[in-house]
């Protein structure tokens, strides 16, 4: 492969970015919209666009403790990369984005990972009831009272007037 066909060859990615959560659930779509717009300006094709939602950051980033995570995947000329990183840098509602090259999977691979995560989830969910048959099963053996008899609130007085008639103070 020549070195203008590798410049040239389309590649896959993914881009994470964090918007601001000063706007509101309304004002972030027109800026999504944006920066899609952006990729395909430099000739990118969108192929998923996940909603993360808003989250809290482990660390402030510009001031900001929370921010709307967002997921696109895309294909894109290599030589167009580096122009959108630049464009995305100065993009002031983006607090952070990050571009990683993507490996597309294939339907076995897709099948593989789904089986995948259902056999974990089947197991979690063995764990939790085995947990909770465990957490019935020490209630059960934990006596209610641990050997302490009720005392009424009548009972309770009169033996306090006892104690306050008695000379023994």
Excluded: C, W
Excluded at 12 to 32: C, D, F, G, V
Excluded at 119 to 144: G, S
Excluded at 156 to 169: Q, R, Y
């Amino acid at each position: 492969m020549t070195e203008e066909q590798q410049e040239l060859r389309v590649e896959h990615y993914e881009m994470l970015y964090i918007l601001s959560a000063n706007y509101t659930a309304e004002e972030i779509k027109p800026i999504i919209e944006k920066i899609a717009s952006l990729i395909k300006e430099q000739h990118g094709e969108i192929t998923k666009d996940e909603d993360a939602g808003k989250l809290k950051f482990a660390y402030p980033i510009k001031q900001q403790n929370h921010g709307y995570y967002r997921l696109f995947e895309f294909n894109l000329v290599k030589n167009n990369l580096q122009n959108l990183n630049k464009i995305l840098g100065l993009t002031n509602e983006i607090l952070r984005f990050i571009i990683v090259k993507k490996k597309i999977k294939t339907e076995t691979e897709l099948k593989k990972e789904k089986d995948l995560q259902d056999k974990l989830a089947k197991k979690k969910e063995k764990e939790i009831e085995k947990i909770k048959a465990d957490k019935k099963e020490i209630k059960e053996k934990v006596p209610k009272e641990r050997g302490r008899e009720k005392i009424s609130l009548e009972d309770l007085d009169k033996k306090l007037d006892e104690i306050l008639d008695t000379n023994k103070l």
